[in-house]
Nanobody
């Protein structure tokens, strides 16, 4: 069992920044951030491999968001810059123990409770 606890969500104005963190109870193979806006499905935002050497981004956040991990602390981060109102959503940290899709939620085994991000125009 892997426990994930997100932090760092909040409310900001468009153009602002937030940094999310996800503390894991143990090391995991791959990790990612997903988000779900009201009335919409869960979408993959970004993912990172076990060593942090490979990262993947959705087109909508490329150049604005940066994913990183500190394996010594079992912590995942998401630096979000130039935030837009359309980034408003609940953000979830996910961890996977199996190789497979970076974007399909079914390939992730553990999920955090989510942290809300609200971006006002």
């Amino acid at each position: 069992e892997v426990n994930l606890v997100e932090s760092g969500g909040g409310s900001v104005q468009a153009g602002g920044s937030l940094r999310l963190a996800c503390a894991a109870s143990t090391y995991t193979y791959k990790m990612g951030w997903f988000r779900q806006a009201p009335g919409k499905g869960r979408e993959g935002v970004t993912a990172i491999d076990s060593r942090g050497g490979s990262t993947y981004y959705a087109d909508s956040v490329k150049g604005r968001f940066t994913i990183s991990r500190d394996n010594a602390k079992n912590t995942l981060y998401l630096q979000m810059n130039s935030l837009k109102p359309e980034d408003t959503a609940m953000y979830y940290c996910a961890a996977g123990l199996r190789a497979g899709s970076w974007w399909d939620p079914d390939w992730y085994d553990y999920w955090g409770q989510g942290t809300p991000v609200t971006v006002s125009s």
